[in-house]
């Protein structure tokens, strides 16, 4: 009966103890991290080759604007499958037109920077020469 008496003191002692001691928030601390951006790189060497970084470029023969040399048609379509209003005078804003090009990039996947760089520039053979360029600053 002692033992028993024992036993149930010490537990309940332990039960106060650790309760004691609890944190009084019941939240965990996650150290935090930086975002995956995949294209990032991609991004940056055609941003040399298009535009030299320029975000307010403009090529008068192509109609191409901004950061990513965005043509009219491209726009046409970007806006025809997303369902938006952008207009060329947008392109000159760099996060929109980021988001339009990785539109375009996320159709192909992450890994595939040729393939997305060759799109991006058009079709054919002069896509090729493009790819070499875009590859240099990669």
């Known amino acids: 009966m002692i033992y028993r008496r ?3 003191f010490i537990g309940s ?3 106060l103890t650790f309760n004691a001691f609890a944190p009084e928030r019941k939240e965990v601390a996650i150290p935090g991290s930086h975002p995956v951006e995949p294209f990032r790189r991609l991004i940056s060497a055609i941003g040399i080759v298009e535009t030299g970084y320029d975000t307010l470029a403009y090529n008068p023969e192509e109609e191409a604007t901004g ?3 965005i043509r009219p048609i491209r726009l ?3 806006n025809r499958r997303t369902g938006s209003s952008y207009t060329m005078e947008d392109m000159f804003n760099y996060r ?5 090009f990785l539109y375009y990039a996320s159709l192909v996947g992450p890994y595939d920077f040729e393939t ?3 799109r991006w520039n ?3 053979e002069q896509t090729i020469a493009y790819w070499q360029r875009v590859k ?3």
Not at 96 to 100: A, P, V
């Open 116 to 118: 997305i760089a060759r």
């Open 67 to 69: 950061y990513f040399q």
């Open 122 to 124: 058009g079709s054919g």
């Open 6 to 8: 024992k036993i149930v």
């Open 96 to 100: 929109i037109s980021e988001r339009i």
């Open 13 to 15: 002692f332990l039960l």
């Open 76 to 78: 046409e379509d970007y």
């Open 136 to 138: 240099e600053h990669l």
